[in-house]
């Protein structure tokens, strides 16, 4: 298991190279920084100064080495438009992105993999049917469509909950989050309800699936046949098995909570990175893109590596090709 981690890890920072190279050549095809950043008012010496300021006199590929030297320090470097490390900015902003990813995903798990368990289990039953008809709306229904009608049913039809800003925040055992005050969970349920239907709608199908699956193996007939109660035939049998594809699917719906929450952020102004990524794309503040984009491929990275181990830990198969593989 170490040395397939290690490979994973090498394999890792090949991808991170390449992303930060790929980012470097494609703002410099989109257009110079500077002519985003700098007033068109500006004088030629002003103009001189500022781009030597940024470091956008350089060659290209000496800025890219430039920042490479420091990456491997840690250091991504300051913001074109903030003047602040990018490390800093992002800190600042991850935590509000952190909170309504993790209320959306116990908001969609909680909700989906029972509603699609039994939609698996009776899959013929009016109920069953509706379920699967409601998903399918969810899926099918563009992310910012969803947001714009909960804030005209929640926020303006009927008034009962806030559709803008992260409200307010306390700090618990250092950590400073929304979700530790009654008025920052408030601001928080519909951005999170939002982000979550989609996530719902796709877990429902995929456990449905599963499940419809699982059901007709013959080990499942097997147990029904000798006695063993639904109850056991269903946590033990069943839903141990399905939890192979929905970890599969948790795990890249996860880093889309935190990566790809651009559109709800938006929507609702919830000061996360997500929203922050689009006023840096808008004047090309390169330090801040790249940085977001290689953190946004360590979690997918990272996710993906604990994915491969929960799979050793429920599927014992997997375990043992790993290991087999790693003795050759």
């Known amino acids: 298991m170490l040395s397939y981690i290690v490979r994973r890890v090498l394999q890792a920072l090949v991808v991170l190279l390449a992303l930060t190279l790929l980012v470097f050549v494609g703002i410099w095809l989109i257009g110079n920084p500077a002519d985003a950043l700098i007033s068109p008012d500006a004088s030629a010496s002003e103009r001189a100064a500022a781009i030597r300021a ?91 469509w969803q947001g714009m009608v909960l804030i005209i049913l929640f926020g303006i039809t009927l008034s009962i909950l806030p559709v803008g800003g992260r409200g307010d925040t306390a ?78 699917v948790l795990g890249i719906e996860i880093g889309n909570l935190v990566a790809y929450a651009v559109i709800t952020e938006t929507v609702f102004s919830w000061p996360g990175v997500g929203k922050l990524l689009i006023s840096s794309i808008q ?24 994915v491969d181990i929960l799979y050793t830990l429920i599927d014992p198969r997997v375990r043992d090709a790993i290991q087999s593989g790693a003795g050759k």
Request: aromatic share 10%; proline share 5%.
């Open 171 to 248: 700090t618990w055992l250092g950590v400073t989050s929304s979700l530790f005050t009654f008025d920052g969970l408030i601001h928080l349920l519909l951005p999170a309800l939002n982000m979550a239907l989609l996530k719902m709608s796709l877990l429902i199908r995929v456990t449905r699936a599963a499940v419809m699956e699982v059901r007709g193996l013959d080990y499942v007939r097997f147990a029904r046949a000798k006695g063993v109660r639904r109850n056991r035939i269903v946590s033990r049998h069943i839903l141990r098995n399905v939890m192979l594809p929905v970890v599969t």
């Open 54 to 144: 940024l470091g956008l006199d350089q060659p290209l590929w000496r800025q890219y080495l430039d920042f490479l030297g420091g990456l491997a320090r840690g250091d991504f470097g300051n913001s074109f438009v903030y003047r602040q490390p990018v490390a800093e900015i992002l800190a600042s902003r991850l935590p509000a992105s952190l909170e309504l990813a993790l209320a959306a995903f116990v908001i969609a798990v909680g909700i989906s993999i029972p509603v699609g368990l039994y939609a698996g289990l009776r899959p013929n039953s009016p109920v069953s049917r509706g379920i699967m008809g409601l998903s399918l709306v969810g899926v099918s229904v563009p992310q910012f």
């Open 283 to 306: 004047v090309l503040d390169r330090p801040m893109i790249i940085a977001y984009l290689c953190f946004t491929a360590v979690l997918f990275i990272f996710l993906n590596l604990m």
